[in-house]
T-cell receptor
């Protein structure tokens, strides 16, 4: 059974710092990996999706990498801002279907002034 | 723009009641999903559907059922609500099964069972 782990569970950084969030998964037979953002009391917003054949994806100040063989992904946030404060979740889908996701429990990020 | 709408943001029901949670998407997506989210446990898949009138069990289907009579609407039903079903419920949709397209989520329904 696939298990997804995110460490740390919480992180606080001063504004302007670059930071890395980590995600690991136990079964490397994945179709894709997705990073989401969740604001308090809200649903999830998709940030980046990395297909199993890709190594990384970029969107603005965000860069996500994937090392499928080692079961790891990182989300890099450059020049962090207070508006980046949220919970970040990663999720993987198994080979054979792009639809069924297994989620990690998330990293709660606070960016302070 | 993509839109997934859940009918209620907050809902309070009593033990034993039959509860309906509704979700509508306007993107003509084939796939729809129901998750529940609990502190420390993350998001867990309850049921999903790849097509109209089609449903498949997720990881925690016990005590729930679903209905998909139209492509845009996916309903989650708590047959006889219990206090351990107090949770945040999230609906999502995505494009067809083989597509590398992200899931789009609604804002969630916070359900309390008293």
């Amino acid at each position: 059974k696939q298990e997804v782990t995110q460490i740390p569970a919480a992180l606080s950084v001063p504004e302007g710092e670059n930071l890395v969030l980590n995600c690991s998964f136990t079964d490397s037979a994945i179709y894709n990996l997705q990073w989401f953002r969740q604001d308090p009391g809200k649903g999830l917003t998709s940030l980046l999706l990395i297909q199993s054949s890709q190594r990384e994806q970029t969107s603005g100040r965000l860069n996500a990498s994937l090392d499928k063989s080692s079961g790891r992904s990182t989300l890099y946030i450059a020049a962090s801002q207070p508006g980046d404060s949220a919970t970040y979740l990663c999720a993987v889908s198994p080979t054979g279907t792009a639809s069924k996701l297994t989620f990690g429990t998330g990293t709660r990020l606070q960016v302070t002034l | 723009d993509v839109k997934v709408t859940q009918s209620s943001r907050y809902l309070v029901k009593r033990t034993g009641e039959k509860v309906f949670l509704e979700c509508v998407q306007d993107m003509d997506h084939e796939n729809m999903f129901w998750y529940r989210q609990d502190p420390g446990l993350g998001l867990r898949l309850i049921y999903f559907s790849y097509d109209v009138k089609m449903k498949e069990k997720g990881d925690i289907p016990e005590g729930y059922s679903v209905s998909r009579e139209k492509k845009e609407r996916f309903s989650l039903i708590l047959e006889s609500a219990s206090t351990n079903q107090t949770s945040m419920y999230l609906c999502a949709s995505s494009n067809y099964r083989g597509s590398n397209q992200p899931q789009h989520f609604g804002d969630g329904t916070r359900l309390s069972i008293l």
